[in-house]
C-alpha cells in the first residue's frame, strides 16, 4: 500500500509523529518492533500499526527512499520515511566490539571513535554512549554519506545529542515539515 | 563483645575464614577481622574452579597431589558449595606444531597417575557428546575429575561455621597498627568503617591471612614477605554454555579454562605482574578481553556470538622467588612462617601463597603454628565435618518455589531457618524475600555488595538493571526492621558502580543496550508501571 | 572474534525489561502462572543449569506469542517456554488431552457418524459424562462435525478448466466441522482464475497435539506434511491455507520447536488473504465486488496472526469490499488457545481472559465479528453469541464471482 508517511519506531517520538500527521489526514503506518519501554502506546486511531515487527531493508530511488521491507515481508511504500527507533535499547543503533552503526539506512553516525572514552567509570556521571546517535540536516533529514536523504527523517532517541537516560528533544519540525510536503 | 582473644585472624578471605574455622573448632576463643566484607579478594575474583589438579601435574606434583587431595575432602565437607561438573583437557590440531599434541597428552596423563588424578583418555568423538559446546575440531580429550566451586558460599560457610564454634566476626574493620608487649605482638588496634571508632584487641597469636595484602600488614609488624602480585582478568557469560569444565591440555596459559559456574559460564584467565598500588582498583583492559575471548572461543566455538555479562580481574597472592615476568613459573605453594622462628617476632604467623583450592590445608598449617604457640594439642577435624549448609538432609518443603529451590541451592540446609515470604526481589537469580532475610540474620549482610556475594542477586543477566532499586529497598526494610538504618538510595548507587566497573570493558552488543536501560530506569525512573505480583 | 554478542539460543538478548509481563494474558487473570520473563528467559537460565528448575505453572502459557510481539528484543519467549514444556510436563489428563489432540483421527470418525456425533454431543448428560470422566467443560458446545468431509464431496473434475493452479491446505476443521469455509476458498480462487488442488497426503498440523505434549506425533505429521508441500511447491504451486493457526504452526513452529526444517516450502506457505492481497496489489488479480453488499464487523487480530503480522493483508482485503464498515479491534487473545479452553479445569480462565475482548466487541456493536482462527470463532460465539466469519468467507458472499471470474480469464 502507498503511504504518506510511515514511520519506523513505536517509542515515544514514533507515536508523536504518527498521531500528529494522522490527525493532520496523513495516511500513516507504524511500524513498531515489541512495545516501548517509554510506555507510548502504539495503537494511533487511523494509523496501521505493523506490531512485532521490524523494517529491515530500503529501497533507494535518486536522493529518496521508495520503500522499506520488514523482516514479515510487509513491504510498506510512503512518500516520507520517519527513523524513530531509539539508541541502542531500541535497536536504533547497533554497537559492535569498536564500532556503532544503524543498521536500516547505514546512515551517518556520529560516536566516539577511542571505546575507553564511551563511558565514565562513575555510573552517574554523563555518559558519552548515551549521545551517539545518527546525524541530520536543519530539517531533520538522515544523512547518508555525507548528504541528506531526500524523504527521510530522524526523530527522538536516535539522533545524535539526545541523551537516551534524560531524553529531551522535539518532534515539531519533522511534523511541520512532513505537513508541509503534503500540503505542496 | 570480648576483648580478649585466643588467637586473631586478620583478612576475611577464603584462607582468614577457613583459619578462624579450625582455630574456634579446636577450641581456641577466635576473632576474625575484614576491612570490608568476606569473599572481596582474590577469593571472590577467580574461575571458580574445583581443580583435580592435573593443570599441575606435569610441572608441579606437589600443587597436583594437593589438589586432588583437598577435591576430594572439599566435595565431602563443601558439597553445597560445589558441582561436581567433570572436567576435560582438550587437546586442538593446533597445539601439535607447539610440542602440545597427543605425546604430550600421554606425558600428562602419566603425570596425572603418578599424582594420583583420575585421568581417562576419550576419543574426540565421545567428548562432544560429553560436552556439545566443545570445539568440535579437537583431536584428543582427557577427563579430568575436575568441578565447579562457589568461592563466596565457601566463604560465607566457614565464616559461619566458625560464629557456630564460637568465633566473633568482625567486618567492615581496618587493622591500623598492632599492639606490642615486650617485643611481641599481643594484639590489634582496629577501626571501625561503619561507626567510625578505633578500638584495640588482645591475643595470644594474630594470624595474618590478608593474601595480597600479606606484604604491607608484615610490613606493619615489622617484617618482611615480598609478595608478587600477579593479575589474573576473566569474563562472565550470561548463561551455562558448557555443563563440563573445558581445559586446554598444554603449558599453563592465558584463557585456557572454561568453567560452568551456577547460571553462567566464566573463561579465565591471564597472568600479569602488576605494581601493587593497582590491586586495589583492578581494571580489565581490552586487549585482555580480546584474548580471554580468542582463547575461549579455541575452547568453545559458541562463545563468538555469547553474551558476555561483565569483566572482572583478580589478584594472586603469589610469593616472589625468581625474577620470573609471568609469574607462571611460581609455585602455588603453601607459605606458612612462623615469624618467631623466622624474624623472631614473637605472637605472628602469616599464611599466603595457596591457592582457593589448598584453603583448607593452608588453614589447617595455619592453625598447627597457632596451637603449637599456644601449647594446644587438639587435632584438626575440618576434612571431615561438612561446614555449615552441607549437612546431609531431607526436603524441607513440599512444594517449593523456583526461589526457594535457588535458595536451598545456596545455602544448603541454611535454607530450612528461611521464613515463608517468596516473593521475588532478584529475579535473574531467584532471590526472594525470605533469603535477604537470613543473609542479614545469619550471614552477616549490612549492604547490596554483601548481599550480592552472600546471594547473586544482581549477578544475572540484567546486573542489577532491572530490580536492583527494588532490592535496595528491600534490603532496607529488612535492616531497619533489626534496628539499622540505611538508604537505600545509598545502596543502589553503590551497587550501580561495582556493575558499571565490571560492564564497561565488555559494553556492545546486548551488553550495551542493558547499560543504557540501566542509565535510563536509575535517571529517568522505573520507565512505566510494572504490574507486579 | 565477537561481531555481535548475541547468542543463537537468544534468551540472553532478554533485557529484563518486563514489558512481556504486561501483555502476558495469563498473568492478568492468573496469580498461580509467573508471566512470560520468569516462565521464559529467567527460568530457562536455571533449567539449563539443572531440569529441577522446571515450574509446573508453565502449564498456564498459552503459547499466544503476545510476549513475542511486544519483546523489544526479539526473544522468542514463547517458544522457550513451549520447548521447555515439551521437554519437562507431561499430559494433565492423558486420555482427553489425546483425544482433544487428535483432531484427524476423532474428526474422521466423528463426521462419518455426524449426525449421531452430532446429537450426542450436543446431549446435556453426554456432555456432563465427558466433564466428568474425560474432563471437557460441559459448558463447552462442542464444535459441530459436518456430515461428510470437505475431501471427500470434493471434485477434482471441477477444477479441469484452469491452466494457473494453487494447492489448498483446508486444515481438519474446514474438512471435518466446517466445509463452508473449504468451499468458499475454493469459489474465491477460482473467481480469481486459479484451479485448486487439494493436497495429497494432508494431516493435521499438529498444532494440538504440541499444546498437549504429543511432541513425537507432532513431528511425524510435520515430516508428512512438509513433503508433500514440497511437491506441490515443486510444481511452481503455492500452499494456500484458511486457518491462522495451521499456518503459524506449518511455519514457525516446525523448525522452531519440532526442529522439522521447512526452508524448502516455508515461503510459499500462505493464508489465502496474503496471496490474494499481494496479487491484488501487484494489480494481477482484480476484485469485483456486489453493488448492494452491506455489512457491519468488527475484525479481531488472532494471536497468532499478530505474532505472523498477517493481519495487515486480511485486514487489506477487506478494506477493499466497499460496504464493509469495519472496525479493527485492538489486539486481545480471546483466551481459548485452541484445546485450553475446552479443558475442565482451565474454563473460568478462559472466559475471564477472554472477556475483555468481548467487551470491546460488544462496544463496537457489529452484525459480525471477522478473524481468521477457527478456535478464537468458537470462543467468541461462545461469549457474545454474535456469528464469526473467516475474512475468506466474507470476501465469497461480498464478491460478484462471475463478474471477478470474468475480469480475471479474459
Known amino acids: 500500500m502507498m503511504y504518506d508517511v510511515v514511520v519506523i519506531g513505536g517509542g515515544a517520538a514514533g507515536v508523536q509523529v504518527a498521531t500528529a500527521v494522522s490527525k493532520a489526514g496523513l495516511k500513516c503506518a507504524l511500524v513498531c518492533f515489541g512495545r516501548s519501554i517509554s510506555g507510548a502506546d502504539p495503537n494511533v486511531q487511523g494509523v496501521d500499526l505493523i506490531l512485532g515487527d521490524k523494517a529491515v531493508e530500503a529501497r533507494y530511488e535518486g536522493t529518496g527512499v521508495v520503500s522499506v521491507t520488514t523482516a514479515n515481508g510487509i513491504r510498506l511504500q510512503a512518500a516520507d520515511f520517519v527513523l524513530a527507533t531509539g539508541k541502542f535499547f531500541g535497536e536504533g543503533l547497533v554497537a559492535d566490539m569498536d564500532s556503532v552503526r544503524e543498521p536500516l539506512f547505514d546512515s551517518d553516525v556520529k560516536y566516539e571513535q577511542d571505546r575507553s572514552k564511551w ?53 515539531d519540525t519533522v511534523i511541520n515539515e512532513l505537513i508541509c510536503r503534503k500540503r505542496i | 563483645m570480648k576483648k580478649e582473644y585466643d588467637v586473631i585472624i586478620v583478612g576475611g578471605g577464603i584462607t582468614g575464614a577457613g583459619t578462624a574455622r579450625d582455630c574456634a573448632m579446636r577450641g581456641l576463643s577466635t576473632l576474625l577481622i575484614e576491612r570490608g566484607d568476606i569473599a572481596t579478594g582474590a577469593t571472590g575474583r577467580n574461575h571458580g574452579l574445583l581443580h583435580s589438579g592435573a593443570r599441575y601435574a606435569v610441572k608441579d606434583a606437589e600443587s597436583a597431589e594437593e589438589c586432588i587431595r583437598e577435591n576430594k575432602i572439599l566435595r565431602r565437607i563443601a558439597s ?105 605482638i599481643c594484639g590489634v588496634r582496629v577501626f571501625d568503617r561503619s561507626t567510625g571508632t ?137 607459605v606458612c612462617l612462623d615469624h618467631e622462628t623466622r624474624d623472631s617476632l614473637k605472637g605472628f604467623v602469616s599464611i599466603t601463597g595457596g591457592k582457593l583450592m589448598t584453603y583448607r590445608l593452608m588453614a589447617e598449617q595455619a592453625t598447627d603454628a597457632v596451637c603449637s604457640k599456644l601449647g594446644v594439642k587438639a587435632r584438626c577435624e575440618t576434612a571431615h565435618r561438612p561446614l555449615a549448609g552441607s549437612e546431609k538432609h531431607r526436603a524441607f518443603w513440599d512444594k517449593p518455589t523456583l526461589g526457594q529451590k535457588a535458595a536451598e541451592g545456596r545455602h544448603g540446609t541454611g535454607a530450612s531457618d528461611m521464613s515463608a515470604d517468596t516473593r521475588l526481589v532478584c529475579e535473574c537469580e531467584h532471590v526472594t524475600m525470605a533469603e535477604i532475610e537470613y543473609a542479614v540474620d545469619k550471614l552477616g549482610v549490612r549492604n547490596l555488595e554483601d548481599l550480592r556475594r552472600r546471594t547473586r542477586i544482581g549477578m544475572g543477566t540484567c546486573q542489577g538493571a532491572f530490580c536492583i532499586w527494588k532490592a535496595a529497598q528491600a534490603l532496607a526494610e529488612v535492616l531497619k526492621a533489626r534496628g539499622v538504618e540505611a538508604d537505600p538510595n545509598r545502596l543502589a548507587a553503590e551497587f550501580d558502580n561495582e556493575r558499571w566497573k565490571g560492564m564497561r570493558p565488555v559494553g556492545w552488543g546486548d551488553t550495551l543496550r542493558e547499560m543504557e536501560f540501566k542509565q535510563r530506569v536509575v535517571k529517568n525512573g522505573q520507565p512505566f508501571s510494572y504490574a507486579k505480583k | 572474534m565477537q561481531e555481535k554478542n548475541i547468542s543463537t539460543c537468544n534468551l540472553e538478548n532478554c533485557q529484563k525489561c518486563s514489558i512481556c509481563d504486561t501483555v502476558c494474558p495469563m498473568m492478568a487473570v492468573n496469580p498461580e502462572y509467573p508471566g512470560p520473563k520468569q516462565a521464559g528467559p529467567d527460568g530457562e537460565r536455571y533449567r539449563m543449569k539443572s ?89 463447552r458446545t462442542f464444535p459441530s462435525y459436518a456430515n461428510g468431509t470437505f475431501v471427500k464431496s470434493f471434485d477434482p473434475s471441477t477444477q479441469k478448466g484452469f491452466d494457473r493452479f494453487v494447492t489448498y491446505f483446508h486444515g481438519c476443521y474446514a474438512n471435518y466441522n466446517f466445509p463452508q469455509l473449504a468451499w468458499d476458498t475454493v469459489k474465491v480462487v ?27 506425533q507432532a513431528a511425524k ?190
Not at chain 2, 594420583?116 to 568440535?136: F, L, Q
Not at chain 2, 593474601?211 to 604491607?216: F, K
Not at chain 3, 503476545?66 to 521437554?87: Q, T
Not at chain 3, 491462522?244 to 500462505?270: H, I, K, Q, W
Request: aromatic residues 8%; contains cysteine.
Open chain 3, 190 to 216: 477460482n473467481a480469481c482464475g486459479y484451479g485448486v488442488h487439494l493436497m495429497k497426503g494432508e494431516k493435521c498440523c499438529g498444532v494440538a497435539m504440541v499444546a498437549n505434549n504429543m511432541p513425537a
Open chain 2, 198 to 334: 578505633e578500638s584495640e584487641y588482645h591475643a595470644k597469636v594474630v594470624v595474618n591471612a590478608a593474601g595480597i595484602w600479606s606484604g604491607p600488614i608484615a610490613q606493619m609488624a615489622g617484617v618482611n614477605i615480598g609478595m608478587y602480585p600477579a593479575k589474573g582478568a576473566l569474563l562472565v557469560f550470561g548463561h551455562r554454555v558448557n555443563n563440563v569444565v573445558i581445559n586446554r591440555c598444554r603449558k599453563s596459559a592465558d584463557g585456557d579454562i572454561l568453567v560452568p559456574g551456577d547460571a553462567v559460564t566464566v573463561i579465565g584467565t591471564t597472568s600479569t605482574r602488576v605494581p601493587f598500588e593497582e590491586c586495589d582498583h583492578m581494571e580489565v583492559t581490552p586487549e585482555e578481553v580480546q584474548l580471554l575471548l580468542r582463547e575461549g572461543c579455541a575452547l568453545c566455538p559458541s562463545l563468538a556470538t555469547t553474551r558476555i555479562l561483565r569483566a572482572y580481574a583478580g589478584v594472586r597472592p603469589l610469593v616472589a622467588s625468581d625474577s620470573d615476568p609471568t609469574g607462571r613459573s611460581i609455585s602455588r605453594g603453601i
Open chain 3, 221 to 410: 505429521n510435520a515430516r508428512r506434511n512438509v513433503g508433500c508441500m514440497s511437491r506441490a511447491v515443486a510444481a511452481g504451486e503455492p500452499v494456500l491455507t484458511s486457518s491462522s493457526s495451521c499456518t503459524f504452526m506449518m511455519r514457525e513452529e516446525y523448525p522452531n520447536l519440532l526442529g522439522v526444517d521447512n526452508s524448502a516450502v516455508r515461503d510459499s506457505l500462505m493464508l489465502m488473504t496474503k496471496w490474494l492481497y499481494e496479487l491484488v496489489e501487484a494489480g494481477k488479480v482484480k476484485l469485483v465486488f456486489k453493488p448492494d453488499f452491506k455489512m457491519k464487523a468488527s475484525y479481531h487480530i488472532a494471536c497468532h496472526m499478530q505474532k505472523l503480522g498477517w493481519q495487515y493483508y486480511s485486514v487489506g482485503l477487506l478494506r477493499m469490499v466497499p460496504g464493509l464498515d469495519l472496525k479493527v479491534l485492538e489486539q486481545n487473545c480471546c483466551g481459548i488457545s485452541g484445546t485450553f479452553g475446552f479443558k475442565k479445569e482451565n474454563y473460568e480462565l478462559s472466559m475471564r481472559i477472554g472477556s475483555k475482548l468481548f467487551d470491546s466487541i460488544r462496544k463496537s456493536n457489529p452484525q459480525y465479528v471477522i478473524t481468521d482462527c477457527e478456535t478464537c470463532k468458537w470462543q467468541i460465539e461462545h461469549g457474545t453469541g454474535l456469528e464469526v466469519l473467516n475474512p475468506v468467507s466474507v470476501l465469497a458472499t461480498a464478491l460478484d464471482l462471475e463478474a471477478t471470474f470474468k475480469a480475471n480469464t479474459q
Open chain 2, 80 to 184: 553445597n558449595c560445589v558441582e561436581d561438573t567433570g572436567g576435560l583437557f582438550i587437546t586442538l590440531p593446533e597445539d601439535e606444531p607447539a610440542g602440545y599434541g597427543l605425546d604430550y597428552q600421554s606425558t600428562f596423563v602419566s603425570a596425572c597417575h603418578k599424582a594420583g588424578i583420575d585421568a581417562v583418555k576419550i576419543s574426540p568423538e565421545k567428548a562432544r557428546r560429553m560436552e556439545p559446546s566443545v570445539n568440535p575440531s579437537l583431536i584428543g580429550a582427557v577427563v579430568v575429575p575436575d568441578g565447579s566451586v562457589d568461592p563466596f558460599r565457601l566463604c560465607s560457610a566457614n565464616v559461619l561455621d566458625a560464629r557456630l564454634h564460637g568465633a566473633d566476626v568482625l567486618l567492615y574493620t581496618e587493622l591500623k597498627d598492632f599492639l606490642r608487649k615486650d617485643g611481641a
Open chain 3, 51 to 139: 531440569a529441577e528448575f522446571y515450574d509446573k505453572a508453565l502449564k498456564y502459557c498459552l503459547n499466544c506469542k503476545r510476549c513475542e510481539v511486544a519483546c523489544p528484543s526479539g526473544v522468542h519467549v514463547a517458544d522457550m517456554i513451549a520447548a521447555a514444556k515439551l521437554e519437562h510436563g507431561g499430559q494433565t489428563r492423558p486420555l482427553r488431552d489425546t483425544v482433544l489432540a487428535s483432531t484427524d483421527l476423532v474428526g474422521s470418525v466423528a463426521s462419518t457418524f455426524a449426525p449421531m456425533a452430532n446429537f450426542a454431543l450436543g446431549l446435556s448428560p453426554v456432555r456432563h459424562l465427558m466433564d466428568g470422566f474425560i474432563g471437557v467443560d460441559e459448558r
Open chain 1, 119 to 171: 563511558f565514565d567509570a562513575d555510573f552517574m556521571a554523563p555518559q558519552a554512549f548515551l549521545e551517539f546517535g545518527v546525524q541530520t540536516d536543519a530539517k531533520g533529514h538522515l544523512l547518508k554519506g555525507g548528504s541528506p536523504l531526500s524523504n527521510v527523517y530522524a526523530v527522538g532517541l536516535v539522533v545524535a545529542g539526545v541523551n537516551a537516560a534524560v531524553p529531551e528533544y522535539e518532534c
